[in-house]
Structure formats: C-alpha cells, structure tokens
C-alpha cells in the first residue's frame, strides 16, 4: 500500500488513531485515563518550592508543578495549562503560558502579535495569510501563529479555525468562578490526528481499520524491547525509572565498519521508534563501537531524523563513556503502560 492514510479506531473502546505511510505504521495515538495535554486548569497554589522557585498547585487531577514562579502566593488561583504527562509518582506539568492549538492557527493571549510559520516561503502566499490573520484578528489583543498547514489551505476554513480559537480562548480567559477546576479539555487522538497530520492523506472511518490495514500487528511488534534496523542490526530499547536505555547491536557482523552502520541506522530509526512507543525523558544510548570520526555522521543523521520528529528532543552530547545523551519531552504514556 502506497501513500500516506489515517486509520481512525478504537481499542477496548479507548480512541485510537494511527498514521500508515507506505503501509508502516509511522504514529499511533491512543487515549488513556491520565489528563491530556492542554488541558486548562483553573488551580489553586498550594506550597512552594525553596530553592527551585516553583509552586506545587491543586488541580482537579491532583497536584501540578508549575516552575519559575515569582509573586504567586498559596491559595491563590490561576490559570495553567497541561504540558505533557507526570512521571510515576510525581506532579503534572504545568505552565501559565496558555496556548490555544488548532489545525491552521495558534491563539497565543500571552504573546501577542501576528506570525506565519517559517516553513511558508512563498511571498504571495505569506501575503494572502497575513491579510487573513489581520482581518480576522482586528481588534483583538491576543497574538497569532498561523501553522505550516495554512499553506494553500482554503481561507474560509483558516479565518473558521481562528475564530473558534479566539471564542475558545475568550471563554477560558473571561472565567469568573473559583476553586480548581478543568476549564478546557486536552484534543482527543482523533482530533489531534486532524490537528497534527496535515499532509494530504487517505483516510479510513469505519470499524476494525486497524485489524484491516496491520496496525494491531505492528503494536504486537512494538511491545517487544528490540528493535530491528537495516543490514541485520538491531535496537534493545528498554525503559527504567531513571531514564530510557537504547543499546545497539551489530547483529552477526562484528567489523568495525558495521558499527557504523548500525549506528547510522539507529540515528535514522530512533525517533519513529520511541515516538510509537511513547517514550521519552532522558534517554541514554549505548552505541556500537566507532571511530570517533565518525561521530559527527552520527550527529548529524540523529539530528535530521529528530527534525522532522513532532515531539520536542534535545541532544546533549556525548559522555565521557562514548554513550549519546537526549532530551525528549514526555508528550505522550509510554505505550506499554496504555495497552498493558
């Protein structure tokens, strides 16, 4: 199967969405019980942190960490927002920065002023989109990102998808009531497929598209802590409390110049494989022997592959052991906690 097609479904009545490119799955999304980012919470401050300068805040989903506070007294209630998921044990990441998230448009009350994504080079087109954004936004305060997906799209459907924005954020922002509460859920895994998976796509609605077009079979796959690569190397990827291990083998061939390869395969592999896994954190990765020459290869596949990734990565660098360190936001639960 050919092209890029959306699968629309569900698994024990938890909402799921995958993306299949060439007949690979290539991202899955699925519900959980755990809130969902963007939530928006109307919290209450609780205690502070000496020495961190943050506040632990009360939610209705329980306590929330909000960082780099100044001027927040507890007891007193605010508006944040969900950034991603808690570790085990730990509180919900939150921030004061809110940010209302569509397909074409982000409403940002915090930041005003008008933007295009950098992506949309094409000056007519970047002229069309800006006139949209002042027009539609006359008037109102908030500032405004119009996303890559703008590009071509039909205006009467980005000024609709503004404007729902703004109404949504003028509801959040115009709240009156008291005590913790969520204001704003976070976007479903159909929604957010809508919102996120903006290439041109085929897309199929009905009942057991996932059994149909393997995408059970590759979460079968994806429950497995190896990972293959091309040329018979291969991936451990194993998750701990402390941080996610990826260590890479050569398979059969155990030259030098294997590793390499391997190595090279695993930059290239790396984000697809923890994006459908949901992993993230610190990520450490114990690589097959190489020439330190050849780090630089590395890097640099690493760092396209990560490019085109949805979730925010942070390479580190190298340790004095020779392992690779990350950075990965926790967007998502790791999938073997969801299916479990």
């Known amino acids: 199967m050919k092209g890029r097609m959306i699968v629309l479904d569900h698994i024990d009545d938890r909402e799921a969405a995958a993306l299949l490119v060439d007949g690979r799955l290539e991202d899955f999304l699925i519900d959980s019980d755990a809130p969902t980012p963007g939530t928006i919470y109307r919290a209450r401050a609780d205690r502070p942190v000496k020495g961190q300068g943050g506040m632990f805040l009360t939610t209705p989903d329980g306590p929330a960490f909000l960082r780099q506070v100044k001027g927040l007294a507890p007891g007193q209630e605010l508006l944040v927002q969900l950034t991603g998921y808690a570790e085990p044990g730990k509180a919900l990441p939150v921030t004061q920065k809110l940010l209302f998230k569509s397909?074409?448009?982000?409403?940002?009350?915090?930041?005003?002023?008008?933007?295009?994504?950098?992506?949309?080079?094409?000056?007519?087109?970047?002229?069309?989109?800006?006139?949209?954004?002042?027009?539609?936004?006359?008037?109102?305060?908030?500032?405004?990102?119009?996303?890559?997906?703008?590009?071509?799209?039909?205006?009467?459907?980005?000024?609709?998808?503004?404007?729902?924005?703004?109404?949504?954020?003028?509801?959040?922002?115009?709240?009156?009531?008291?005590?913790?509460?969520?204001?704003?859920?976070?976007?479903?895994?159909?929604?957010?497929?809508?919102?996120?998976?903006?290439?041109?796509?085929?897309?199929?609605?009905?009942?057991?598209?996932?059994?149909?077009?393997?995408?059970?079979?590759?979460?079968?796959?994806?429950?497995?802590?190896?990972?293959?690569?091309?040329?018979?190397?291969?991936?451990?990827?194993?998750?701990?409390?402390?941080?996610?291990?990826?260590?890479?083998?050569?398979?059969?061939?155990?030259s030098l110049a294997a590793g390499v390869k391997a190595n090279l395969a695993c930059a290239k592999s790396l984000a697809r494989a923890l994006r459908l896994r949901g992993l993230g954190g610190q990520i450490v990765l114990d690589l097959a022997p190489m020439p330190k020459k050849d780090r630089r290869a590395f890097e640099t596949a690493l760092r396209a592959s990560f490019r085109a990734d949805s979730d925010e990565t942070i390479l580190v660098g190298w340790t004095n052991l020779g392992h690779f360190e990350l950075q990965r936001k926790r967007s998502r639960l790791p999938l073997g906690q969801v299916l479990a």
């Open 103 to 254: 397909r074409y448009a982000i409403v940002t009350p915090d930041a005003p002023g008008l933007n295009i994504s950098r992506s949309i080079r094409e000056e007519t087109e970047r002229d069309r989109l800006l006139e949209i954004a002042h027009t539609t936004m006359d008037g109102l305060e908030f500032g405004l990102i119009l996303r890559s997906a703008c590009a071509d799209a039909d205006s009467a459907d980005i000024e609709e998808d503004i404007l729902a924005m703004v109404e949504l954020a003028q509801q959040v922002l115009q709240d009156d009531g008291s005590g913790p509460e969520v204001l704003a859920e976070g976007d479903t895994p159909h929604l957010l497929a809508w919102r996120e998976w903006t290439e041109p796509a085929a897309i199929e609605k009905e009942a057991g598209g996932f059994a149909q077009y393997g995408v059970l079979d590759a979460l079968d796959q994806l429950k497995s802590i190896r990972e293959p690569l091309s040329g018979g190397a291969f991936l451990y990827i194993e998750p701990t409390r402390a941080l996610v291990a990826v260590d890479v083998n050569t398979g059969a061939d155990t």
